[in-house]
């Protein structure tokens, strides 16, 4: 009799096309980010605005605060189209609650959306590790900070411009990248995703029981 302990479950063959869990855990997601969203909008953009009125490219600094619904949608969810799914979803509900920046919320989640989305796209919704998902998130504060300063920082002289860019991509990594990426693993852990690919995932890579074989 042998006994081989602390085996692996084989990985589950990833299903590209989207469940209804998918549909509604993305929803679900995307509307409190959209909360989250409106609350940085219109309680925290203001603070910070003031507060870099001597150097306004600054301000870039909390555009991270802006971008995690898409990396989060596409660390949970796993398949094509989540992360751009999520950050359109989130930019949706904070339009419907109302911010300063009116209806154009929904084009800089279209543009933020997609930045995300490329970088999934690029490892073949195949990996979501930190270095992927701070990718991910530099990737949409890249995309971010070039609408933005078409959009709202066109009176702005180009060194300006240059280091918003670079602080809305910091940004990015931070707070869209590390940030969703401890935010899936807690989730992961509390059982919440098991019905999506980041818990089903996770449980593959847990050691299987023991297996006693003649």
Not at 156 to 185: D, E, H, K, N
Request: proline share 5%.
């Amino acid at each position: 009799m042998n006994t081989t302990a602390h085996q692996r479950r084989p990985a589950p063959r990833r299903r590209m096309s989207w469940r209804v869990v998918d549909i509604v855990t993305a929803s679900v997601l995307a509307v409190v980010c959209g909360v989250v969203f409106w609350i940085w909008s219109n309680a925290v953009h203001p603070v910070v605005e003031l507060a870099t009125v001597g150097f306004p490219p600054a301000v870039g600094l909390m555009a991270g605060g802006w971008l995690f619904a898409g990396v989060l949608g596409g660390l949970v969810i796993r398949k094509p189209g989540a992360a751009l799914y999520c950050e359109i979803v989130a930019a949706a509900v904070s339009a419907l609650l109302v911010t300063q920046f009116g209806a154009t919320v929904l084009l800089s989640g279209l543009i933020q959306g997609i930045g995300a989305e490329l970088v999934f796209l690029l490892f073949a919704y195949r990996r979501f590790g930190l270095a992927v998902t701070m990718l991910a998130g530099a990737c949409a504060g890249v995309f971010l900070s070039v609408s933005e300063n078409v959009m709202y920082n066109f009176a702005w002289s180009t060194p300006f411009q240059a280091v918003y860019a670079v602080l809305a991509v910091v940004s990015g990594t931070v707070l869209a990248g590390v940030v969703p990426w401890a935010m899936t693993r807690g989730l992961v852990r509390t059982g919440v995703l098991n019905g999506v690919a980041a818990g089903r995932d996770a449980r593959s890579r847990r050691p299987a029981g023991p297996r006693v074989a003649a």
